[in-house]
């Protein structure tokens, strides 16, 4: 479901570059692109919309997930401690 949400987000971030919140949302993907790019394996068109959405949004779901899992063995913690 996380990353389905942020499929979507990512996919909206594409068509509005000229915000800087769309920018953060599709850094992580641009930056595969831009590797693939120099490797000589660039994907055009779709490939390179796919790919963006895809990576960014994978990206975000797993650092969400990660700070979610942190905040629940702090707040475990914390509340063993009480």
Avoid: K, N
Avoid at 23 to 50: K, N
């Amino acid at each position: 479901m996380l990353f389905a949400v942020a499929a979507f987000a990512c996919s909206q971030a594409l068509h509005h570059m000229d915000q800087p919140i769309a920018l953060l949302l599709v850094v992580p993907g641009y930056l595969v692109q831009a590797w693939l790019f120099e490797a000589h394996l660039a994907l055009g068109g779709l490939g390179y919309a796919l790919t963006l959405i895809t990576v960014s949004a994978l990206t975000w779901t797993l650092l969400l997930l990660g700070l979610l899992a942190a905040a629940t063995q702090l707040l475990r913690r914390v509340g063993s401690t009480v």
